[in-house]
């Protein structure tokens, strides 16, 4: 069966300190992986999609970068973080729209 | 702008209510899903549907997708606080290739005992 890890789960970081969060997929190849961040539990932004390694597209400019160096792994990063990317980082992976997207379980990033 | 405009944002009622949440655009979509998501969790599919005028059932909850498919409703009969939870709706639009979806602002639902 398929299953998507992100880690970690909670995180407390400077303003100006670098970010990774990693996102990996287990049982499935080629999927398409996506990232948002979620603002106060409600709608999602959909920050970056990739529909394979080394394919990334960016919806909105920001402090933010992503990777995909490996087919089921998918990376957040920023170098310097800014207040304003407080807020909770969702990584989902799909076959295509019609079929759904699974989410895995979020990281609540508080930047202080 | 939001491609997708769910009502309400948020609704409060006593369990056993019944309650409709909409979903509505001016765009096609070929698919339309349903999620629902809990405090510090990811979003959990509930339902996709496909075809327009197209009526899924899960449970007590009943899921419509527009003869046009560009709206959809989620009908919940006899609610319980279990069913308490923040409510996406998602659309893939028509002609996409990327599979992506664009998600509505959601539906905050609370179901007091």
């Known amino acids: 069966s398929q299953t998507i890890h992100q880690w970690p789960a909670t995180l407390v970081q400077p303003v100006g300190s670098p970010l990774s969060l990693e996102c990996t997929v287990e049982g499935t190849s080629n999927p398409n992986l996506y990232w948002y961040r979620q603002a106060a539990g409600r709608g999602l932004q959909l920050l970056f999609y990739?529909?394979?390694?080394?394919?990334i597209s960016s919806e909105v400019p920001q402090n933010l970068s992503a990777s995909r160096p490996q087919d089921r792994q998918f990376i957040l990063s920023s170098k310097k973080l800014l207040l304003s990317d407080s807020g909770f980082y969702l990584c989902?992976?799909?076959?295509?729209?019609?079929?759904?997207?699974?989410f895995g379980s979020g990281t609540r990033l508080t930047v202080v | 702008t939001q491609l997708l405009e769910q009502s309400p944002q948020f609704l409060s009622i006593q369990e056993g209510e019944n309650l409709t949440v909409y979903c509505n655009s001016s765009?096609?979509?070929?698919?339309l899903q349903w999620y629902r998501q809990e405090p510090g969790e990811g979003p959990v599919l509930l339902v996709t549907v496909v075809t327009g005028g197209e009526v899924k059932k899960l449970k007590r909850l009943t899921f419509q997708f527009g003869d046009a498919r560009k709206d959809s409703s989620l009908h919940i009969t006899a609610a319980q606080p279990g069913d308490t939870g923040l409510y996406l709706c998602a659309g893939e639009e028509q002609g996409s290739t990327l599979g992506r979806l664009y998600f509505g602002r959601g539906t905050q639902l609370t179901v007091w005992p």
């Open positions: 989902a992976w799909s076959v295509g729209g019609t079929y759904g997207y699974t």
């Open positions: 990739s529909v394979g390694i080394g394919q």
């Open positions: 765009s096609v979509f070929s698919s």
